[in-house]
């Protein structure tokens, strides 16, 4: 890769140099947290970007620096001088994937993530065994014992230990293609289902959707839609993202509807991204734009419309929650305050803060997959901080983090459950309670 090669599209030069080497960033970096090399940190990765654009350093020589970092974008955040590390790194890791010859088993890993998880019919089929190792009781068995942890390689044991209990919820996706709005309708809505949400935590968009209704949208659910492109995008697999981006606005093109609403902060990013995503493309430079225009958050929407249904409490006594904050929420998107003024109207609910908020819970995507032992170190940290303010009730609005955070609160033992904000508010209209 140079500078010179039109067709690699490195990092480019002025947002290199935008760096002032000030160190900033050390202290929110997550990798550089747990490894410690000054290479591993945003920092550092910067200096190499320019090192191999001036052909100093070998892009082959330095991929292990690239990979170790999570894209959680707390640098962009913190950096005084308004470096855009997010177009940095993203732009690096498309280098990779071009011209990196991964080791096939490494090749192997990854063809199996990207070609399964973002296509919910393939990961569904493979679902099937393990449920049914899962109903058997060979799963808690297997808990007890640990076996499979020894003697699966470490990628593959970490996305073991990540799967949920699956239902029969799982295997239907059977959603009706529309929603009416209960009582006097305010508008008219678009969800987005995703992925891996629509199969390990179906009950996310239930909640989602039930909340919608009540508060008066009539929901819109395309059938074909599939994934955002999330996963793929945040790892440097360029065309497959487009593709999947592509699809995704050609299936709400003629949905009719004056807002797309996403409740996974990891796709809302990606989804708000299209327009940087699809820039050079002739057909889809406008329709994203369009698309994009439209995107929003969920939380972010009904804190505007604002919620019309009565809420009542969670318990027979005031419930503390505590909110963690998802990476591509609090630093890619800069939403931080709406989801905890719209936890804060849930009557007789008390929100604490945890120590060190704002750094990553180690999920990132497929991170804690591909980099297990530093995403645990760092799933362990934000567990310990999250149940050091003693809460009833953990929130994390996105799919990853909440598949993250379980694990650990199961390895620590912790028995304080973890919900979506979408399925606290659905529990609140309906009036059942979490807490007697």
């Known amino acids: 890769m140079t500078a010179t090669d039109p067709v690699a599209r490195p990092p480019a030069p002025q947002l290199i140099d935008a760096c002032v080497h000030c160190g900033f960033c050390l202290s929110t970096c997550p990798s550089y947290r747990v490894l410690g090399t000054e290479m591993d940190s945003p920092r550092g990765r910067i200096y190499l970007m320019d090192a191999i654009n001036e052909g100093r350093v070998q892009l082959t020589d330095v991929v292990q620096h690239f990979d170790s970092c999570l894209g959680c974008l707390a640098c962009v955040t913190t ?61 808690d068995l297997e808990k007890r014992v640990g076996l499979l942890k020894r003697l699966l390689p470490k990628p593959l044991a970490a996305m073991y230990q990540l799967l949920p209990p699956l239902s029969a919820k799982t295997f239907r996706d059977r959603s009706p293609e529309v929603v009416p709005a ?11 289902l995703g992925c891996v949400q629509r199969l390990f935590l179906p009950e996310v968009n239930e909640a989602t959707i039930a909340v919608l209704s ?95 249904t009565p809420l009542h409490p969670l318990g027979d006594r005031p419930l503390a929650l505590v909110y963690q904050d998802a990476c591509h929420m609090i630093h890619g998107q ?22 060190d908020a704002a750094l990553c819970c180690g999920s990132a995507g497929v991170y804690n997959i591909l980099q297990p032992e530093v995403a645990a170190e760092l799933g362990r940290q934000k567990v310990r901080n999250l149940l050091n303010t003693r809460p009833d009730v953990i929130v994390s609005a996105n799919v990853g983090c909440i598949l993250q955070l379980r694990q650990y609160l199961q390895e620590q033992g912790s028995p304080v459950p973890i919900y979506h904000p979408m399925q606290l508010l659905d529990l609140v209209i309906r009036g059942e309670k979490l807490l007697s």
């Open 79 to 139: 950096c005084p001088s308004g470096v855009e590390y997010d177009k940095l790194i993203a732009a690096t890791r498309v280098q990779v994937q071009r011209h990196y010859p991964r080791p096939p088993g490494d090749r192997l890993l990854r063809w199996l993530i990207f070609q399964t998880l973002p296509y919910p019919r393939r990961l569904r089929a493979l679902l099937w065994p393990l449920w049914l190792y899962q109903k058997l009781g060979l799963a």
């Open 182 to 192: 209960q009582g006097k309708q305010r508008g008219r809505v678009g969800v987005i």
């Open 214 to 308: 009540a508060n008066g949208f009539e929901v819109v659910l395309p059938p074909q839609q599939g994934c955002c492109g999330a996963l793929p995008h945040h790892q440097g697999e360029e065309d497959q993202a487009q593709g999947l981006a592509r699809k995704m606005i050609d299936c709400f093109t003629a949905a009719d509807v004056e807002a797309i609403l996403i409740n996974a902060s990891g796709c809302g990013h990606t989804l708000k991204q299209y327009l940087h995503l699809l820039a050079a493309d002739p057909d889809y430079g406008d329709r994203a734009r369009d698309f994009v225009q439209k995107v929003e958050d969920v939380q972010v929407f009904l804190l505007k419309q604002g919620l019309v």
């Open 334 to 355: 800069k939403i931080r305050l709406e989801p905890r003024q719209l936890l804060r109207q849930i009557p007789h609910v008390q929100l604490r803060e945890p120590l």
